[in-house]
């Protein structure tokens, strides 16, 4: 389904109070009720019983490009963990994010932007503390099909035309090839609107991708299971906008469009913050 979502940047005010009382029961009593004034004051559930988000980054980008997003659900009283992704295997990097998520007290809020997509489908798979799904401008795949499959689903990614290819040792001998974005190219291609200086930081800081990985073919698709909702990119170069239309309808999420580039979390970190939180809503 559609829905419109604001851009509005969602904020809450922390209050706190203190009190100097005479008696060690009336000390307790005042953190009592200081306690319980904080916690309306953020909200009706208190932040020990809000889900945990988990927020993996995708090609080409790193941990820092939820900043923006990590900052606005703090604000919201969520424990964040935006781990760096390994990008060398989807079997691996599934493994390496299903080893932080088995860590993790309580439900959980996992999402995924780009190949991240790819990553929680797996990870997730029969993971018991996920409870909901959120994908911002991602791959979603089904059992056998790979990222690079559904990239080329439908006309309009100039990615390839973008990339130059490097390669890379691997542990057991030989070499791997791996794809980075031309500098030059970086913010037409996967930050158009980000600011000129934000976006040649981005490309400094890149994090190639193993192609082996947008090659490997997914194994689980936990999507099929838990709650999803989708963040389409209209303006997405790298991902087809009827890729993503395409991969949410079938997963059946809850599907919202913001116009967009494809690192979306970076240039409009509101609505990507909005759509969590409507996901972390869901969760009882």
């Given amino acids: 389904m559609n829905a419109p979502i604001s851009r509005r940047a969602v904020t809450t005010s922390l209050l706190a109070g203190a009190a100097v009382l005479g008696t060690p029961a009336a000390s307790a009593l005042a953190s009592t009720a200081t306690s319980t004034t904080e916690e309306r004051l953020r909200g009706s559930h208190p932040r020990a019983s809000r889900p945990t988000i988990v927020l993996i980054h995708g090609a080409f980008a790193d941990a820092s490009s939820w900043k923006g997003v990590v900052e606005r659900l703090l604000r919201q009283g969520h424990p964040v963990v935006a781990p760096a992704l390994p990008l060398r295997g989807l079997a691996s990097d599934a493994a390496y994010i299903r080893s ?5 007290p309580g439900p959980v809020v996992l999402v995924g932007h780009s190949y991240g997509g790819s990553v929680i489908s797996t990870a997730a798979a029969g993971a018991r503390g996920v409870k909901a799904l959120v994908y911002i401008a991602a791959f979603v795949p089904e059992i056998g099909e790979s990222a ?31 794809l980075v974005i031309q500098k030059k190219l970086f913010r037409q291609q996967f930050a158009a609107g980000v600011p000129v200086t934000t976006a040649q930081v981005m490309a400094a800081g890149q994090r190639p991708i193993a192609l082996a990985a947008l090659q490997e073919k997914a194994t689980a698709a936990a999507w099929k299971k838990i709650p999803s909702w989708y963040l389409v990119a209209t303006e997405d170069r790298n991902i087809p906008p009827a ?30 913050t909005e759509l969590i939180l409507r996901a972390a809503r869901s969760v009882g």
Avoid: C, F, N
Wanted: proline share 9%; hydrophobic share 35%; net charge neutral.
């Fill in 148 to 178: 690079l499959e559904l990239t080329g689903k439908y006309p309009g990614s100039t990615l390839a035309q973008a990339t130059s290819t490097q390669h890379y040792p691997l542990p057991g001998g030989g070499t791997g090839a791996e």
């Fill in 243 to 272: 890729a993503e239309r395409w991969m949410a309808r079938r997963a059946g999420a809850h599907t919202v469009s913001v116009r967009a580039p494809h690192a979306v979390s970076v240039s409009d970190p509101a609505p990507v």
């Fill in 100 to 104: 932080v998520l088995d860590g993790i």
